[in-house]
């Protein structure tokens, strides 16, 4: 059994930003609900595009504030419950640390520890700086700062890679 990669970091504000900005659109990029948003919205922007040639100030109003809503309202709104629900975590600015072996990850906090089979994990998702663990329907952010050093991140990834979790991006 070979050593286990080792994973140490704190869960704060920077780290919960970063996570809801990679996790948000990693769901919008593997979504079919996309598509459908797109189907309405442009159907709303006919109606726009009506409203303006009618006369019509109900629907013009209607169709903007739903348009406004869809690119503009829906993230910001999200975004503003994830840093609630930040701010009254028990993990706020708490160290945590992740033993990953072939068993599994071992994940222990203040609050106690936990363990997951590779089995449990939907997928590792690598990105330029960071690695997100989905375990539906959650998402596990890890900075590269949790990492001792690159050979670790490398190693975690290719232990994932072997369990046939790791993500093609």
Same mark, same amino acid.
């Given at each position: 059994?070979?050593?286990?990669?080792?994973?140490?970091?704190?869960?704060?504000?920077?780290?919960?930003?970063?996570?809801?900005?990679?996790?948000?659109?990693?769901?919008?990029?593997?979504?079919?609900?996309?598509?459908?948003?797109?189907?309405?919205?442009?159907?709303?922007?006919?109606?726009?595009?009506?409203?303006?040639?009618?006369?019509?100030?109900?629907?013009?109003?209607?169709?903007?504030?739903?348009?406004?809503?869809?690119?503009?309202?829906?993230?910001?709104?999200?975004?503003?419950?994830?840093?609630?629900?930040?701010?009254?975590?028990?993990?706020?600015?708490? /160290?945590?640390?992740?033993?990953? /072996?072939?068993?599994?990850?071992?994940?222990?906090?203040?609050?106690?520890?936990?363990?997951?089979?590779?089995?449990?994990?939907?997928?590792?998702?690598?990105?330029?700086?960071?690695?997100?663990?989905?375990?539906?329907?959650?998402?596990?952010?890890?900075?590269?700062?949790?990492?001792?050093?690159?050979?670790?991140?490398?190693?975690?990834?290719?232990?994932?890679?072997?369990?046939?979790?790791?993500?093609?991006?």
């Amino acid at each position: 059994m070979s050593k286990p990669v080792e994973i140490r970091y704190r869960w704060n504000r920077e780290n919960v930003e970063k996570l809801f900005d990679s996790s948000y659109k990693y769901l919008f990029n593997h979504s079919a609900k996309r598509y459908i948003g797109w189907l309405f919205i442009a159907i709303l922007q006919f109606g726009v595009v009506a409203a303006l040639k009618k006369g019509s100030v109900g629907i013009l109003l209607f169709s903007s504030i739903v348009l406004l809503y869809w690119y503009y309202g829906k993230k910001s709104i999200a975004r503003r419950r994830v840093r609630k629900s930040f701010e009254a975590s028990p993990f706020k600015d708490k /160290t945590i640390a992740i033993d990953a /072996t072939d068993a599994g990850l071992d994940i222990q906090g203040s609050e106690g520890a936990i363990h997951w089979d590779w089995e449990e994990i939907d997928e590792v998702i690598p990105l330029e700086e960071a690695v997100m663990i989905y375990r539906h329907p959650h998402f596990h952010y890890i900075p590269a700062s949790g990492f001792a050093s690159l050979e670790e991140k490398s190693r975690f990834k290719s232990m994932a890679k072997r369990h046939h979790k790791l993500s093609e991006r």
